[in-house]
Nanobody, 124 residues
Framework: VQLQASGGGMVQAGGSLRLSCAAS????????AAWFRQAPGKEREFVAA????????YYEDSVKDRFTISRQKRGNTLYLQMNRLNPADTAVYFCAARTQWTYDATVPDKYPYWGQGTLVTVSS
């Protein structure tokens, strides 16, 4: 599966953005998916994950209640709705996919498929 992330941009603190990740190749329903982010000088970190059917999600604590991961039903797009953004959310955001839905969904190395990243910049 090939992934293409989009929707990044510059926003003021308190604002919102919605990221999209378009999948092509194999049916996207075969994959669990996730969003990760990487700030300058930092390691890539987990943001949120969703299972194949979209009925199970998991979030990193700092984004819980602000971000929502979702996916099209029987479609090929993954989303990340980001609300109440703050400067600490500034990073390149990546979508990722894998066939399993297991306890290690937060580990980047467990995902074989990645999009190219989209930059989110939050100004104070």
């Amino acid at each position: 599966v090939q992934l293409q992330a989009s929707g990044g941009g510059m926003v003021q603190a308190g604002g919102s953005l919605r990221l999209s990740c378009a999948a092509s190749g194999r049916p996207f329903d075969d994959y669990a998916a996730a969003w990760f982010r990487q700030a300058p000088g930092k390691e890539r970190e987990f943001v949120a994950a969703i299972n194949w059917y979209g009925d199970k999600t998991y979030y990193e604590d700092s984004v819980k209640d602000r971000f929502t991961i979702s996916r099209q039903k029987r479609g090929n797009t993954l989303y990340l709705q980001m609300n109440r953004l703050n400067p600490a959310d500034t990073a390149v955001y990546f979508c990722a996919a894998r066939t399993q839905w297991t306890y290690d969904a937060t580990v980047p190395d467990k995902y074989p498929y990645w999009g190219q990243g989209t930059l989110v910049t939050v100004s104070s």
